[in-house]
């Protein structure tokens, strides 16, 4: 985070800054604004971008692969084909278009995700401790650079802790680095069990809206413009 610069632009009553990411392909957006009351969410094709009013402005915008709502900010993924000087006067415009609208962030909220690093009572001692330094020590970090981390999974057998990694921090040249130099060294200096931290496999509402056929997806379409 060190030498960052924020820039921004002031319209409309809101003033929306940008922070840069480890991965050049993501800029952070800072409307001011509460963007996700709880958890967070990220949409990776335009299908999905179909249950958020913001998400799909911002599909609409040619060059735009990917978004991700945090907190009270927005990470918007580029294509290397299309430069931030084309793209961010179009998401400055989308941004503050949403939230002159009045409209709600996603469509439906059972679509969204929680931050799952709350210890529930039938975690075990060792899963609890995992959730506890991905709260506290690793989420802020990886937040505060355009992203999210999500646990999935502890496998006591083999000491394999599974992870998603979400927003700027998907997908980005430095993220494999940032899961073992960082997470997983922190992860077994605090609990000897842990052996190794990997990156979970795409979620299966993913995989079924990567996978819904034209008519499937014209059909939803069709019920979220009504």
């Known amino acids: 985070m060190d030498g960052f610069t924020l820039q921004g632009v002031h319209a409309r009553g809101i003033f929306i800054q940008t922070q ?31 249950a958020s009013p913001l998400a799909n402005k911002l599909f609409g915008i040619d060059g735009v692969t990917k978004v991700f709502f945090g907190s009270d900010f927005i990470t918007v993924t580029k294509t290397d084909a ?17 939230f002159a609208s009045g409209e709600p962030i996603v469509h439906s909220t059972e679509a ?36 999210d981390i999500l646990f999935r999974s502890f496998d006591e057998a083999t000491g394999i802790v599974m992870v998603k990694m979400q927003g700027a921090c998907s997908g980005c040249p430095s993220s494999a680095i940032t899961l073992k130099s960082g997470i997983e060294n922190m992860l077994k200096h ?12 795409p ?5 079924m809206v990567a996978k819904m056929s ?13």
């Open 82 to 98: 299309v430069s931030w000087a084309v793209l961010k006067p179009d998401i400055f415009a989308s941004v503050m278009d949403f």
């Open 112 to 147: 969204l995700s929680s931050s799952d690093t709350a210890i529930h009572e039938d975690d075990d001692e060792i899963v609890a401790m995992i959730k506890e330094l991905l709260e506290t020590r690793i989420r802020p970090a990886v937040q505060e650079d355009g992203g």
């Open 214 to 226: 034209d008519s499937e997806f014209s059909k939803l379409e069709a019920q979220l413009s009504n």
């Open 20 to 50: 840069p990411t480890p991965n050049p392909a993501s800029l952070m957006f800072i409307p001011g604004k509460t963007v996700m009351e709880n958890g967070s969410q990220e949409f990776n094709n335009a299908r999905a971008a179909m």
């Open 203 to 207: 979620d299966e509402d993913d995989l």
């Open 190 to 201: 605090y609990v000897p069990e842990v052996k190794s931290v990997v990156e979970a496999p």
